[in-house]
């Protein structure tokens, strides 16, 4: 079984930094790519931030410049790094992973962990 388990989210004011993280657990789960999406109230879940297996990246325009994913290959870690922080990225971020286990591919989501940007 895999599991996902975010943490890092909290409140923070505007211009500020957060660090989330998301810890996968699981053996023999071979790793393709692991995703940040973040769903406001009211509004439909988005990707925020994609990091795949050779390490390419890829981000939402709404965080370009600003957020900055990373993988701890040693820890099965993954990192989003959000700076200059705004209202608008107020939100419950979910880490989501998708990998081969047992010759099949499988999707895993974490809980989710939410993040305010408020004065």
């Known amino acids: 079984q895999v599991q996902l388990v975010e943490s890092g989210g909290g409140l923070v004011q505007p211009g500020g930094s957060l660090r989330l993280s998301c810890a996968v657990s699981?053996?023999?789960?071979?790793?393709?790519?692991v995703a940040w999406y973040r769903q406001a109230p009211g509004k439909q879940r988005e990707m925020v931030a994609t990091?795949?297996?050779?390490?390419?990246?890829n981000y939402a325009d709404s965080v370009k410049g600003r957020f900055t994913v990373s993988r701890d290959k040693s820890e099965n870690t993954v990192h989003l790094q959000m700076n200059s922080l705004k209202p608008e990225d107020t939100a419950v971020y979910y880490c989501?992973?998708?990998?081969?286990?047992?010759?099949?591919?499988?999707?895993?989501w974490g809980q989710g962990t939410q993040v305010t940007v408020s004065s």
């Open positions: 699981g053996s023999g789960f071979l790793f393709i790519a």
């Open positions: 989501s992973a998708s990998g081969m286990l047992s010759d099949s591919l499988h999707r895993y």
């Open positions: 990091i795949l297996s050779g390490s390419t990246t």
